[in-house]
């Protein structure tokens, strides 16, 4: 089974241009969730999907946003892109989405850096 | 004060000899505790889990972990170490809130010498 996948692995921004990163969650897997990944601020949720609904949000502003389409897929957009939103950012999937049962499958990151 | 937090944000150990990796978590997060290992320029991949039942969980690649209640631990150890085992890990729980949403530590490097 093909594992999780993100593209484009890699990106180069300009400050105030808006990007979209695309991840592909493994076959069958319903729930998709994004995190952000800087060397100050370590790992951070940024939101996660289930069932093309947005079931949790953490703690970024408006200018990050996501969706997820009916075959799972989902793709995160940031608007306004600043020097501080350079980072990896990486999508996980799981089956059902329940968190206590299912082990989330992490994808090999996006890594965008804003110049 | 922090959900989670890996207190070690370096480790250096020599091959072959044993390593614990230290993680405490807070009430504000479940006690559904992971241990994720990221090597370089790759993404994150699942060591163990602890959901319930024996507080000692077994992993992949010989860890394992003891999730201990009363001082709100849950350490990941080897008792042999490869030069493979290089690579940052991190300690996460689930929430808070609900869904799938994970609590990271800050994570811990282990360096493993010659």
């Known amino acids: 089974k093909a594992g999780v996948t993100q593209t484009p692995r890699y990106l180069i921004k300009t400050r105030g241009q808006q990007v979209t990163l695309s991840c592909s969650p493994i076959?069958?897997?319903?729930?998709v969730s994004w995190y952000q990944q800087t060397p100050g601020q370590g790992l951070q949720f940024l939101f996660e999907?289930?069932?093309?609904?947005?079931?949790n949000k953490g703690n970024f502003p408006g200018r990050f946003s996501g969706r997820q389409f009916s075959n799972s897929r989902s793709e995160m957009n940031v608007s306004t892109l600043e020097l501080g939103d350079s980072a990896l950012y990486l999508c996980?999937?799981?089956?059902?989405?329940?968190?206590?049962?299912?082990?989330?499958?992490f994808g090999p990151g996006t890594r965008l850096t804003v110049l | 004060a922090q959900s989670v937090t890996q207190l070690d944000s370096q480790v250096p150990v020599f091959e072959e000899a044993p390593v614990e990796l230290r993680c405490n978590y807070s009430?504000?997060?479940?006690?559904?505790l992971f241990w994720y290992v990221q090597y370089p320029n790759q993404g994150l991949q699942l060591l163990l889990k602890?959901?319930?039942?024996?507080?000692l969980v077994k992993g992949i690649n010989g860890f394992e972990a003891e999730f201990n209640k009363s001082q709100t631990s849950f350490h990941l150890r080897k008792p042999s170490v490869h030069i493979s085992d290089t690579a940052e890990y991190f300690c996460?729980?689930?929430?808070?809130?609900?869904?799938?949403?994970?609590?990271f530590g800050t994570g811990t490097q282990l360096k493993v010498e010659l």
């Open positions: 602890y959901l319930s039942g024996s507080t």
């Open positions: 076959s069958g897997h319903r729930s």
């Open positions: 996980a999937s799981s089956l059902s989405g329940t968190g206590s049962t299912d082990t989330q499958y």
């Open positions: 996460a729980a689930l929430g808070p809130g609900g869904g799938n949403k994970l609590t």
């Open positions: 999907y289930f069932s093309e609904t947005q079931r």
């Open positions: 009430s504000s997060v479940s006690v559904y």
